[in-house]
């Protein structure tokens, strides 16, 4: 029995270094790791991507699952590789979020992403927006101006120092968000383009909608201003 024990072992290395050699005679080319895979009986990993095949049910994420004749599925690929199979058959779509021109200070480069989303959404360039808001606040995000207005836009409010403008039928604004909503950047960014495409499609022109955005004082001097930003920008 202990004669057994002893041979055993040996004969099970001679049969592993007996495929180990024939390998390397079969495939001259083979490298050394290829070999040894070999003799173990594994599989490389890039056969292993050979044999998967990407099923995508209906309204569900892409599985992998092995082809016919493949691996079984409890033989599953390293989770890189499996990144790079999944990639490799539906490649990420990569694009910019930022529409604005780079010449614009850190101040508004900060809020490009929205800036861009609200101003496509409204069918207007980015870089309007990013001169209005330049102009406005200069990208302060908490700016409160003399008059009352608020945020990244100056968005004039319902309440504060807003409340106190009257018109005909009462309030001026009491239709407007109030000021806590126009202190958060993305709503502030959303609701002042919302604002300025709304008076671009009154009046049918840019600049006439620029007077009517700015401060009533202003008059053509703030839509010039904003406009003059707008064309160094671009």
Known sequence: MNVQKAIFPGFAAGCILLIFISSLIANPGMSLMESKVAAAGLQQPAAAAANLQMAKPEGGEAVEQPAAGGESAGQELPPLLQIAVAEAVNPPVVESSCAISPSYPASIQQWCEWISKYARQHNLDPNLIAAVMLQESNGDARAYSKSGAVGLMQVMPRDGLAAN??????????ERPSIEELYDPEF???????????????????????????PMDMGYGYADIVLNIFSQHR
């Open 165 to 174: 403008f009257m018109c005909k039928n009462g309030p001026c604004f009491a």
């Open 188 to 214: 502030n960014i959303s609701y002042g383009t919302s604002l300025l495409a709304g008076l671009i499609h009154r009046y049918g022109d840019v600049r006439e909608a620029l007077k009517a955005y700015g």
